[in-house]
């Protein structure tokens, strides 16, 4: 048995301090999924610490049988989207009124070996995150799931309980918007193919 | 323009073989849509994952802390509210038998007894009333009415099931 079974079987029991190491482990997938699902740190904070609160919750309800990161980024993805779907709801909304959002500005790192390209990557992530915030809710999950968690196509239906070919049609559909929301902010740069790496886990 | 085996290749996972990835390079050139695909496939997957401001643990303790404090006062509330409802109940059943508490226990029989007839003859009563009116309900009323009224109410009763359930599911399904 790993380390980590060990802990999730004895936050299972009620183990604050287990759960406490399952939360030291997860916190940065769990809070970047909920950063990019809703992209703005404030919520993302509340949402991370909702997510583990309904692990923390419903722990007896996990299956040792999957992976607990599955499990737990599953709770926060289905979290974020109740969220983005009552936030839909709401009838005076405080994101269309702001056009240059509160939302910290990165500053190019005057300590970084080349600043100037620095910069480009930030700039870069923001246009990203532009462009994540102009897909449905659903279809946000299924692409953040994919390219910071490398969830495989089964992995995603299981996740957010859809089938198979409906998370193909959602991924193919999410990244074309992507490429044009891209395309549209920025017109040029030459890239070439990258061999794949997950950053998140 | 054909975009596959092109479009198949990016959103994969498999790597490509030298020749694939010349075909694929050389179809980017000439393709602005496979060319911005690529592009976004690039992008999204330099995007690192943020961090969370130091102290999380922390901050999610004092949640956590919190949340079992509310639990506490709202079980506290519960046992309060139903204490308060079972001492208001049993009260009001025993109110209305206070007075008669004095009495003899002849007095007492002749009355409860008096009561019981009473309370016979108005059931009695209700139900002569009830009949007559279904009387002329069911020749006033047509029959498809009836049905109507009938198949609204059992569709209203499916209609709460039905919610009641799709809600259990949908909390159920996001923590399962």
Sequence with gaps: ?201 | MVHQPFEEWLAGDELLTPQQERDLQTHLRSCPSCFALSRANLSLRAAPALKPAPGFATRFQTRLAAERALQRKRAAFGSVLLLGAGVFIVLALLLPILPYLRLEPLQLFWLWLGNLMYFALALRTVSALGAALLNVLGQAVPLYAWWLGLASFSLAAYVWKFSLRHTHKQYARSVA
């Design chain 1, 1 to 201: 048995m790993n380390e980590e079974m060990t802990w999730i079987l004895q936050a299972r029991q009620g183990n604050d301090e287990a759960f406490t190491r399952l939360l030291e482990q997860y916190q940065t997938p769990v809070y970047n999924l909920c950063y990019r699902m809703l992209g703005e740190p404030e919520q993302a904070e509340d949402a991370a610490q909702e997510s583990f609160l309904r692990a923390y919750q419903n722990m007896t309800r996990y299956d040792p049988q999957r992976p607990f990161a599955t499990w737990l980024l599953s709770i926060s993805a289905h979290h974020c989207i109740d969220r983005l779907r009552r936030r839909r709801f709401t009838l005076f909304s405080l994101d269309a009124e702001r056009e240059d959002d509160d939302r910290p500005i990165e500053l190019p790192d005057v300590h970084a070996l080349d600043p100037e390209r620095e910069a480009v990557r930030r700039d870069e992530q923001r246009e990203v995150q532009s462009a994540l915030h102009g897909l449905e809710a659903t279809d946000r999950a299924a692409i953040i799931l994919r390219y910071w968690y490398d969830f495989s196509e089964v992995e995603i239906a299981e996740s957010l309980h859809l089938t198979v070919s409906a998370v193909k049609s959602r991924l193919h559909r999410a990244r074309k918007a992507v490429a044009r929301l891209l395309l549209a902010n920025s017109p040029e740069t030459i890239v070439e193919r990258m061999p794949y790496g997950s950053p998140a886990l």
